[in-house]
């Protein structure tokens, strides 16, 4: 069965500063990645969206990379900002239809 | 416009005891989803409805789990009869296409579920 995995440690950064979160997945050919913010006690948001044919999208001070030989996502926030402190979750599928959701990536931006 | 609302919020019962979920999509959204996540753990879906049709309950343990969908709108999950492994967050999603490939789903804030 397909295996997703993402930073199981939590990530510090300072303020101003890039945070790259990463999703590897195994065993699994996606065609879409999504990325979601999800805050304690509320359910998971959607940012991003990038096909298999997309190397890369940009939404704001956000950038999401997708490469299908390395069968990696990278997240990137630009010029970090407290607000930005959450729980990141990469969700993959290969038709579109139905997504499946890592583990995230709990990450605290320090002022 | 209106998010995906759940309810109750929280939930304390005992092993053994039903218990029932409820979720109102946004208008228009034909697909709903129940997902569950256990802390610190990613969301695993337990059933897609497209419509008040089952598009996909592989993963809904069936022996103790339902769900529903009246009229192709409202949603309710009950579970019946409740083991403590069954402690989680219950979310609800809706998605304006069939699978969210292109606009991603809309999650409801979730009930959280407590077996003791």
């Known amino acids: 069965s397909q295996k997703i995995e993402q930073n199981s440690e939590a990530l510090n950064i300072q303020e101003g500063k890039t945070a790259t979160l990463t999703c590897n997945y195994t065993?699994?050919?996606?065609?879409?990645l999504q990325w979601y913010r999800q805050d304690p006690g509320r359910g998971p948001v959607f940012l991003l969206l990038?096909?298999?044919?997309?190397k890369e999208k940009r939404k704001e001070r956000l950038k999401v990379t997708f490469d299908t030989t390395l069968k990696q996502s990278l997240f990137h926030i630009t010029a970090s900002q407290p607000a930005d402190s959450a729980t990141y979750l990469c969700?993959?599928?290969?038709?579109?239809?139905?997504?499946?959701f890592g583990t995230g990536t709990s990450l605290t931006v320090i002022p | 416009e209106a998010g995906v609302a759940q309810s109750p919020r929280y939930k304390i019962i005992e092993k053994r005891q039903s218990v029932a979920f409820w979720c109102n999509p946004i208008?228009?959204?034909?697909?709903l989803y129940w997902y569950q996540q256990i802390l610190g753990q990613g969301p695993k879906l337990l059933i897609q409805?497209?419509?008040?049709?089952?598009?996909?309950d592989s993963q809904l343990p069936k022996d103790r789990f339902s769900a529903e969908r009246l009229k192709g709108v409202d949603s309710t999950l009950k579970i019946q009869p409740a083991k403590l492994e069954d402690s989680a967050v219950y979310l609800c999603?809706?998605?304006?296409?069939?699978?969210?490939?292109?606009?991603?789903?809309?999650f409801g804030s979730g009930t959280r579920l407590t077996v003791v």
């Open positions: 208008s228009g959204h034909a697909t």
């Open positions: 999603a809706s998605s304006l296409d069939l699978g969210g490939g292109y606009y991603g789903y809309t």
């Open positions: 065993n699994y050919s996606p065609a879409y």
């Open positions: 990038i096909r298999e044919n997309e």
């Open positions: 409805f497209q419509n008040n049709g089952v598009v996909d």
């Open positions: 969700a993959l599928s290969n038709t579109g239809n139905q997504f499946y």
